[in-house]
């Protein structure tokens, strides 16, 4: 940044956006670089929709018993029901 001071808005700090960093590089180094090189913004944005279900629903989570959060939230709406019946 040859000196420069990077600026940061007043109220936030440096490390607000970290997550979105992380889930961004993750982003590019398993579908951006692996996959590439790209013939058309569409095959781009195509493999994005894909990356982020997976991401987001089906992808294993050891914190919550290494079960994707879909399935997680299925086990989780059935025992509501099972409960509900039960009283």
């Not at 590019?28 to 991401?55: M, Q």
């Amino acid at each position: 940044m040859c000196g420069n001071r990077r600026q940061v808005p007043a109220g936030h700090h440096g490390h607000d956006n970290a997550l979105a960093e992380t889930i961004n590089g993750l982003f590019k180094a398993e579908v951006i670089h692996r996959r590439g090189p790209w013939r058309s913004f569409e095959a781009v944005e195509y493999a994005t929709l894909e990356w982020v279900d997976w991401f987001n629903n089906r992808r294993p989570l050891e914190p919550i018993g290494n079960i994707p959060p879909a399935e997680a939230e299925a086990n989780f709406c059935a025992a509501l029901e099972t409960e509900a019946m039960a009283a």
